[in-house]
């Protein structure tokens, strides 16, 4: 069975830059009718994509966030992260990672969710 | 590409029959996915490609529509099934977006 889980600090002030992996398990990372993704939600609002990264090495991020969001792959670990800089308390959310299946887009498989609060 | 849900919330007996509409402000054909989230979980992905059910997903589920106008229908309402639903468009692959959700209350 395919498992997703976040980690990083919960804890980020604004300015500074959010950090965050994914690690993937009970399936390869390394697959080309899959991609991965994140995905956040901000306490009591819905759901927006943050960026994805496929199997080819591109990487596609939310045109609202693009200029401050980094992704990048492990393959080695079966990881992915993520990077958020200049964070600002309109960031703190609930962040989680995904599987995107193909053709259809779905987000089959979700990690748990790991909040991230911006304060000082 | 923008997703509305209707209505925001609604609230419903056991046994109801429950319609969540979803429209697109661009036709994306049947590239809309639609998922169940509870408090403090993470979503869960029920339906594919407008009408197509996950497996697993108890078939009382059901999806429909295709352009711009889609509809998830829940055929007889489960204690279970009180929830917030999400739908989401991806025919603007790689770049996805989300409605705002609906939230179905007691």
């Known amino acids: 069975q395919l498992q997703l889980q976040e980690s990083g600090p919960g804890l980020v002030k604004p300015s500074e830059t959010l950090s965050l992996t994914c690690t993937v398990s009970?399936?390869?990372?390394?697959?080309?009718?899959?991609?991965w993704g994140w995905i956040r939600q901000p306490p009591g609002r819905g759901l927006e994509w943050i960026g994805s990264f496929y199997y080819s090495g591109n990487t596609y991020c939310n045109p609202s966030l693009k200029s401050r969001v980094t992704i990048s792959v492990d393959t080695s670990k079966s990881q992915f992260s993520l990077k958020v800089t200049s964070v600002t308390a309109a960031d703190t959310a609930v962040y989680f990672c995904a599987r995107v299946g193909s053709p259809w887009g779905e987000f089959d498989y979700w990690g748990q969710g790991t909040l991230v609060t911006v304060s000082s | 590409i923008q997703m509305t849900q209707s209505p925001s919330s609604l609230s419903a007996s056991i046994g109801d029959r429950v319609t969540i509409t979803c429209r697109a402000n661009l036709t994306i054909n049947s590239y809309l996915n639609w998922y169940q989230q509870k408090p403090g979980k993470a979503p869960k992905f029920l339906i594919y490609?407008?009408?197509s059910l996950q497996s697993g997903v108890p078939s009382r589920f059901s999806g429909s529509g295709s352009g711009t106008d889609f509809t998830l229908t829940i055929s007889s309402l489960q204690p279970e099934d009180f929830a917030t639903y999400f739908c989401?468009?991806?025919?603007?692959?790689?770049?996805?977006?989300f409605g705002q959700g609906t939230k179905v209350e007691i």
């Open positions: 490609a407008a009408s």
């Open positions: 989401q468009q991806s025919y603007s692959t790689p770049v996805y977006t």
């Open positions: 009970g399936g390869s990372i390394n697959s080309s009718r899959y991609h």
